[in-house]
């Protein structure tokens, strides 16, 4: 077993074996399950019978070697988190402690009085997960409504009280970044990630120079939404026809730089033997992060799992980022 802190070394080629040290604390495979869609009703159309999917895509998760679960506390409205509590039940402690659990807090508006609203939150989450500590605590967003330092000295006093392994934030900013990252230091903790939308339709966060300064900074790079919501997978054409949920989305890109992306996609996926998703997650740990994969099931899993024992070369990922979309931030939400 390798392990390697913030993110793989240049052209490592990624395994289950292959560990990210996040933190200096706990050690991760360089792919993350994403449980957005478990219990999520509004852009995923969940429903209760896919939970028996879910349930067979976090046992496959651990089966392959990448037991690292993202959740959030807005996911489904708690639903994804009492799931993944549910789909623990079978395993022993041991087995229960090979499983890397981060979730996150939502800065509601109305959440003002810290640290006891995160605190709070954070037990809350807690009792859904069924645990007594989680690996990795998240803030989802740069929206709360008091000071970056003030919500730093809230994630330190969740660590101070034994509630948490690693903390981490969502969605921030470069200069954001540097201002949690010197405010948990002032607490001798390390902020461990940030985890960001990055996929070959959003490199923004590469362009911008976020990630480089996360990775100086000893902060890793969670990517999420590495395949674009589905984008990328091949399943639709570049003219759709889309999902209606994420329609206007999908809608909103070019469509000769798609295709042209699309075709590269499909023609570098026949060549290594794997779907084009696999090409997309591989490209996301090229770049030195680490993507979260949805999966409402097993066989996602399985094509998840497909980005490892390959590596695209510097020439592939080169022509891949010609046709790569910027994207762009948000001052509402996603602010890297």
Known sequence: ?????????????????TKIVLGGSI??????????????????????????DAKEAFDTAIELGIPFYDTAEVYGKGESEREINRFREKYSPEEKSKQIIATK??????????????LSALRDSLARLGVDKVDLYQIHAP????????????????HAAGLVTTVGVSNYSLDEIKEMHEALKKRGIQLASNQVSY??????????????????????????????????TGKFGAKGPFPESR?????????QQLTQLLDLLK???????????????????????????????AEHVRQNAAAFGFLLTPEEVSELDKFAFLGENKKEWNHG
């Open 199 to 232: 996929s070959l339709v959003r490199t923004i966060p590469e362009k911008s120079g976020l990630i480089k300064l996360c990775h100086d900074l000893g902060i890793a790079i969670l990517a999420y939404s590495p395949i674009g919501m589905g984008l990328l």
């Open 143 to 158: 929206i709360h409504p008091v000071s970056i330092p003030v919500v730093a000295n809230a994630l330190a006093d969740a």
């Open 105 to 118: 807090y939502f800065p509601y508006e109305e959440r003002t009085e810290f640290p006891d609203v995160l």
């Open 1 to 17: 077993m390798s392990e390697y802190p913030v993110k793989l070394d240049a052209g490592v080629v990624p395994t289950k074996d």
């Open 27 to 52: 050690k991760v495979p360089p792919i993350a399950i994403g449980c957005w869609q478990w219990g999520d009703t509004t852009t995923w159309s969940w429903t209760p019978e896919a939970e028996k």
């Open 247 to 255: 329609k206007a989305r999908f809608e909103s890109f070019d469509t």
């Open 267 to 297: 023609s570098l996926a026949t060549k290594y033997d794997r779907e084009q998703s696999a090409i997309a997650l591989n490209w996301c740990i090229a770049k030195g992060t680490i993507p979260l994969g949805g999966a409402r099931t």
